[in-house]
Nanobody, 133 residues
Framework: QVQLVESGGASVQPGGALELSCAASNFHFDNYAIAWFRQAPGKEREGISVIRVPGGDSVHANSVKGRFAISSDRAKNTVFLQMNGLKPEDTAIYYC??????????????????????????WGQGTQVTVSS
């Protein structure tokens, strides 16, 4: 059974940095995307970053562009989200999700950030990020 496990969430001060990890176990797929979403209390889920594996091309939401970076270690089946310049409005539970490209091809990444939760093949349980002074 495939599992996605997020880690790295913590409480930090504004301006701080964190690196989140999304590790996939029992995962044997060759063509997919991993997206990061976040949800703050009382707010809708927001897609913030997505990366294509293999390939490494990525897209970020405007809210995190220039501050967050996404990368992957395919050998470890792990995707990382480096978050710099954290702001109080970044406080949320952060989730990773996997979308398999079983038919091959190279779908556009940007629309993935707006896809419905049910369209993803796997989800993690989330990790809390709190930015506060």
């Amino acid at each position: 059974q495939v599992q996605l496990v997020e880690s790295g969430g913590a409480s930090v001060q504004p301006g701080g940095a964190l690196e989140l990890s999304c590790a996939a176990s029992n995962f044997h797929f060759d063509n997919y995307a991993i997206a990061w979403f976040r949800q703050a209390p009382g707010k809708e889920r927001e897609g913030i970053s997505v990366i294509r594996v293999p390939g490494g091309d990525s897209v970020h939401a405007n809210s995190v562009k220039g501050r967050f970076a996404i990368s992957s270690d395919r050998a470890k089946n792990t995707v990382f989200l480096q978050m710099n310049g954290l702001k109080p409005e970044d406080t949320a539970i952060y989730y990773c999700a996997c979308l398999l490209f079983l038919g091959g091809g190279r779908p556009n990444l940007q629309p993935i950030l707006s896809r419905h939760r049910a369209e993803f093949d796997f989800w993690g349980q989330g990790t809390q990020v709190t930015v506060s002074s």
